[in-house]
């Protein structure tokens, strides 16, 4: 995540679904894996928050508070933390160390920052880890949400699409998933050009139906549960 990315359309889904597990009972920390700004036209989706009659019935509060913000010149993810609109939610805001021995203290910390969560939620800029890694700081390694699960924490990461068909990626992404970490289920929340893999825990379940059944009733076609 980098903070030139706040208030895109992909945050508005992001933060709808962070809001529907912390409605559902979620105990959520927040792990941005931030990275800095690059100077590139990435997170300028936001011409969505000149239409409200499109997309603000999706979730009215966040809608009108990421409206008021898109003139702001410093975008910035402190805005949404501190806005009360993700309840509870623990942030591990520090930027992802390139270094292997730092990258291992910051994890460190995250299992020390969501002790009292039982959903850890990571936002790498791409995504899982990939054969061809080349900015170590843009992924979350497979080993890292293994031990993250066998931990004992249900875990929902963002992973941008690539370009190939959604149809066969997405079964194979949650089967890779589910064999990394021997979890029984697995979910996957698809929209636009990005989907959010969460690897549930048994106890979560009945928060992730919930999360289901409300997403599924309120957006449609622009959010859909696989």
């Not at 590139?40 to 009215?60: E, H, I, M, Q």
């Not at 913000?69 to 160390?97: K, M, T, W, Y």
């Not at 066969?168 to 990394?180: E, G, W």
Request: hydrophobic content about 40%.
């Amino acid at each position: 995540m980098k903070n030139q990315y706040f208030g895109d359309l992909n945050d508005y889904r992001k933060y709808a679904l962070l809001r529907g597990f912390v409605r559902a009972g979620g105990q959520v920390t927040v792990c941005w894996m931030l990275t800095t700004d690059d100077g590139r036209s990435d997170g300028n989706r936001v011409k969505y928050l000149n239409l409200p009659r499109r997309w603000k019935k999706y979730d009215a509060a966040l809608f009108e508070f990421l409206a008021a913000q898109r003139h702001c010149a410093n975008r910035n993810l402190a805005v949404i933390e501190s806005s009360g609109l993700l309840g509870d939610c623990v942030f591990h805001s520090a930027v992802v160390p390139p270094e292997e021995e730092h990258r291992a203290a910051y994890f460190r910390d995250l299992t020390s920052r969501s002790r009292s969560s039982n959903l850890v939620f990571l936002d790498p800029d791409n995504g899982f880890e990939v054969a061809s890694l080349k900015d170590s700081t843009k992924y979350l390694y497979w080993n890292e949400v293994r031990d993250l699960y066998s931990s004992g924490k249900s875990v929902l990461v963002y992973q941008h699409l690539p370009r190939v068909k959604r149809t066969t990626y997405i079964p194979q992404l949650l089967d890779q998933a589910k064999k990394v970490t021997r979890a029984r289920e697995a979910y996957a929340y698809l929209g636009g050009f990005s989907v959010f893999v969460l690897l549930p825990q048994g106890r979560l379940l009945p928060v992730v139906e919930q999360v289901n059944s409300e997403i599924q009733a309120t957006w449609g076609s622009k959010f859909t549960v696989w």
